[in-house]
């Protein structure tokens, strides 16, 4: 994860721009979605690794799974 990767979560939890381009203030709610973002990015990151295992039997299931982790 980049740092313009995290400037650009930031920005889609909305959270408030207080002290320039590159540095946030978070109410809770803000901060708990850019948490649930980095989670996703996280998550995405992991099954992208599995699914490149592409000689192993498990790695688009276990992919599926991990993906399947962020919509509960």
Do not use: N, P
Request: glycine content about 4%; hydrophobic content about 45%; some cysteine.
């Amino acid at each position: 994860m980049t740092r313009d990767d995290i400037i650009q979560m930031a920005r889609e939890a909305e959270c408030s721009e207080t002290f320039g381009a590159d540095a946030f203030a978070f109410t809770v709610e803000e901060l708990e979605r850019f948490a649930a973002l980095v989670a996703e990015h996280k998550r995405e990151a992991l099954a992208k690794h599995f699914e490149h295992l592409s000689g192993t039997w498990f790695a688009e299931e276990v992919a599926d799974e991990i993906r399947s982790k962020g919509s509960k």
